[in-house]
């Protein structure tokens, strides 16, 4: 297990950009992959994006393929979600989790509490 916190969300346009961080403890982030994934009331959890360990491959579902991108830093146990052009319906309850890469949740063993991200017009 591996316990993430998850900041930077907030309210900001449509548009505009958030960059959101996913602060991680212990040595063992650097040997699990990572994923985002978002909750909008009332709808299921889905997948963003995803990374490898080592970061050198990248997932991103493809509505949000070519806005936001993934990176991290194992030095720092510190995982990114740049989002830019952001839309309306980018709005929801973002969440970090280590695991397996995938696109569902179930591969994924430690999950962050979440961040708001509010889009408005």
């Known amino acids: 297990q591996v316990h993430l916190v998850e900041s930077g969300g907030g309210l900001v346009q449509a548009g505009g950009s958030l960059r959101l961080s996913c602060a991680t403890s212990g040595t063992t982030f650097k040997y699990s992959g990572m994923g985002w994934f978002r909750q909008a009331p009332g709808k299921e959890r889905e997948f963003v994006t995803a990374i490898t360990s080592s970061g050198s491959t990248t997932y991103y579902a493809d509505y949000v393929k070519g806005r936001f991108t993934i990176s991290r830093d194992n030095a720092k146990n510190t995982g990114y979600l740049q989002m830019n052009s952001l839309k309306l319906e980018d709005t929801g309850v973002y969440y970090c989790?280590?695991?397996?890469?995938?696109?569902?949740?179930?591969?994924?063993?430690?999950w962050g509490q979440g961040t708001q991200v509010t889009v408005s017009s």
């Open positions: 989790a280590a695991g397996s890469v995938a696109s569902t949740p179930n591969t994924y063993h430690s």
